[in-house]
């Protein structure tokens, strides 16, 4: 499948996960632009999901290590 925006391209990978899931096969590939990312199993999907983000930011031109992250401090017990 090709696609022109990584957010759909997240949107057919959480689907997938969901049909694998259900009992689907987990093998296939997907394309944006001259990329082709293909998975074989439950972890490189969860792979490729991970890297469709890094994949943006650099294609933004951004440093993925100096994202924002808006998320809670964990606190230590004493």
Same mark, same amino acid.
């Given at each position: 499948?090709? +696609? *022109? &925006?990584?957010?759909?391209?997240?949107? #057919?990978?959480?689907? #997938?996960? *969901?049909?694998?899931?259900?009992? =689907? /096969?987990?093998?296939?590939? !997907? &394309?944006? %632009? &001259?990329?082709?990312?293909? !998975? @074989? $199993? +439950?972890?490189?999907?969860?792979?490729?999901?991970?890297? *469709? !983000?890094?994949?943006?930011?650099?294609? $933004? %031109?951004?440093? /993925?290590? $100096?994202?924002?992250? !808006?998320?809670?401090? @964990?606190? +230590? =017990?004493?």
């Amino acid at each position: 499948m090709a +696609f *022109t &925006s990584w957010s759909d391209l997240r949107t #057919a990978i959480k689907n #997938a996960l *969901t049909d694998h899931v259900a009992g =689907a /096969p987990c093998v296939g590939g !997907y &394309s944006i %632009g &001259s990329r082709h990312l293909q !998975y @074989r $199993n +439950f972890d490189e999907l969860c792979g490729l999901l991970e890297k *469709t !983000y890094k994949l943006e930011a650099l294609e $933004n %031109g951004m440093d /993925p290590s $100096n994202r924002v992250s !808006y998320g809670r401090h @964990r606190r +230590f =017990a004493r």
